[in-house]
């Protein structure tokens, strides 16, 4: 059952394309022969994106006040999402944590089966911020960000506490 996963977590910003758009991706994949490795990726904002002025105000939000990213940042092309999102070859799961980033997976990107790590163990993941101490170069001395590589880190740590909650869970979803 756990031989093969990944944990995702990212942050959004606003756009005018879909709504909103991946700024930070982290994927945490986990196999039990290759043991574990996390990258993290400032993605650039769509090409064609047009900022209302409305939207900018959310964006000058999220950056002061959750994630710390300005929306013009990044060091991917937004046209790489899609492959960084598939599936590698042999993994079986991908983990979330939260409803709308499980939906905002599913609506948007062909992610392979999605598990929401929500329902049994619900505390916010920012609790768990300040006593996790990892954060990733593009949350360097943002410490008070949400950084979705420190996510990662939280959600797994989550996972092996309730080793057992977790596997009832698989199994519901993937028998569906
Ligand atoms: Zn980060």
Redesign the pocket.
Known sequence: MFENFRIIDFQLCKSDYNGFFIK?LAILNYSKSDGMNVS?YLIEPPEDMILTRKDQYHNNYLERNIHGLNVYSGTVLYNNLSDLLKPNDGVYLTIVKGKEKRNFLKNHYKAGIILNWDDENSQPLNEDRDRMNV??T??DGKKNFS????HCFIILNSMIAAKEELENSIKRETSM
């Open positions: 930070e993290v954060h990733c593009y949350h950084c979705a590589f420190k």
